[in-house]
């Protein structure tokens, strides 16, 4: 008996924690036909005709934003402003109509894996390997893996293996780095290939993943390291750069910035789920940042039902109280959902203001790693905050927020830029000579992987009419 309470507590609070995640990783539409779907079904939870500042909960005219949590302490401060907004109508700041903001800037695109990554590599691929290729990638499981070996295809397509196997280790540089691999261990290596072109790679990690993953699993570090001839030490900064840097499973990566983990309905990309615009609409005053909460009303407890309950028999009382608590329940996780989402917008502006203000070469190197441990959090509670949502830039651009841990990014507009201001087409070798002299140092094979990526044509395809370059 005496254990009761304790059980209590503890299944209260893993219910407000897994509903939590799952209110966090919902879109705001999402999050409006979940709020709908309660209403309609909990007679204990009621939407209120007012409306009401999340933040400080004070009581808001018709339309507009809260006229206290969107202004800034200070007209002298740089700090950006965060806030959560609580309506349904489409507000840029400025008062600006959806209706004035050309249609390109919303149009998304909804990739499967094999579709993104045979458009990296298919302009730079013999056409004789394009129909084998697409076979390969249409034997991918949910993590990317290929569920068919090199023999198979071979056998099936009347080539060699060593060809079958060529092509395959060309499509596990593609992005998800390690897609096409037979299992963890070889998607793994291959991503410590990629970012050894980049970093410093821990020495004896390539030993560690290929034949100490299950002790490392368990953090039998002494052994590894006395087996190996190095220490404990190393063999723990092996740990955590595993932890920070791979994905053993690729397809469960944020790949590319055209994907979206769930199927999103194209009017999501109207309405974002978080909107940045500049104070007043003046370049010259500080962000804005304006979360979107997408219910017009107040949610609230009923509370005619809620004291009815003290009349009714003990059966009828105990649905009763269950109700109500499904409806408090819910109104606290979207609450914390809503800080969830402030704390990661406040800490992505600080590392990508830059590219926020001045486009995709001012992007910042930044994982999901990083910011989890700044915010204190597991990393899944960054993926679930930043996954299917969409940000709507100040240039009126609508991004998906994964791009803000795109790596890539800034390096592919400085190709993108380069192969723009190009006379005659630069070949991989020379654009990979261009980006040595700006600073960034990267593999040929990279500079083919980004420009295709970006779906420019290799150098002998692409068709120049200007005069060649002297």
């Not at 790679?201 to 390291?225: C, G, M, W, Y």
């Amino acid at each position: 008996m005496l254990q009761l309470p304790y059980q209590q507590i503890t299944t209260t609070t893993s219910a407000h924690l897994a509903q939590t995640m799952t209110l966090l990783g919902l879109t705001a539409t999402e999050l409006r036909e979940r709020i709908e779907s309660e209403l309609g079904s909990n007679p204990a939870l009621e939407l209120i005709e007012e409306r009401r500042c999340p933040m400080c909960k004070r009581l808001l005219p018709p339309t507009g934003p809260c006229p206290i949590c969107s202004q800034p302490a200070s007209y002298d401060s740089d700090d950006p402003i965060i806030f959560i907004s609580p309506r349904e109508d489409f507000y840029t700041g400025s008062g600006a109509s959806t209706e004035q903001v050309p249609e390109e800037h919303y149009a998304s695109e909804s990739v499967d894996l094999a579709t993104y990554v045979l458009r990296q590599v298919a302009a730079d691929l013999p056409v004789e390997d394009r129909l084998i290729t697409a076979y390969i990638l249409n034997h991918l499981d949910e993590d990317g893996f290929l569920t068919t070996t090199a023999m198979e295809v071979a056998r099936y397509h009347h080539r060699l293996p060593s060809e079958v196997s060529e092509i395959i280790e060309r499509l596990k540089r593609c992005d998800p780095i390690g897609v096409c691999s037979a299992n963890p261990q070889e998607a793994m290596l291959a991503q410590i290939d990629a970012l050894a072109e980049t970093i410093k790679v821990p020495e004896h990690t390539r030993d560690v993943i290929r034949d100490f993953l299950p002790k490392l699993s368990h953090q039998n570090f002494s052994e590894i390291a006395k087996q190996l001839g190095t220490t404990s030490q190393q063999i723990r900064t092996i740990s955590s750069f595993i932890t920070e840097n791979l994905n053993p499973f690729p397809a469960r990566a944020h790949w590319g910035d055209v994907r979206n983990p769930s199927p999103v309905a194209p009017d999501v990309f109207h309405q974002p789920d978080v909107l940045i615009y500049y104070l007043n609409d003046n370049p010259k005053n500080p962000l804005v940042v304006e979360i979107i909460l997408p219910i017009r009303g107040t949610l609230r407890v009923n509370p005619l039902f809620k004291s009815s309950t003290k009349e009714m028999d003990e059966n009828k009382a105990d649905e009763w109280r269950s109700d109500i608590e499904k409806a408090s329940l819910l109104i606290k996780c979207i609450q914390q959902r809503s800080n969830a989402l402030r704390l990661l917008l406040e800490r992505l502006l600080i590392h990508q203001k830059d590219y926020i203000i001045s486009g995709d070469k001012a992007m910042k190197a930044l994982t999901r790693a990083q910011l989890a441990q700044e915010l204190d959090v597991h990393e899944s509670t960054i993926s679930r905050a930043v996954s299917a949502k969409t940000v709507q830039l100040p240039n009126k651009r609508i991004v998906p927020m994964s791009v803000f841990f795109d790596r890539s990014l800034a390096t592919r507009a400085e190709i993108k830029s380069i192969i723009d201001g190009e006379d005659t087409p630069y070949s991989d070798s020379e654009i990979q000579d261009i980006l040595a002299e700006r600073g960034i140092s990267i593999a040929r094979r990279t500079v083919a992987k980004y420009r295709s990526m970006e779906g420019i044509l290799p150098a002998h395809l692409r068709q120049k009419h200007s005069q060649p370059r002297s």
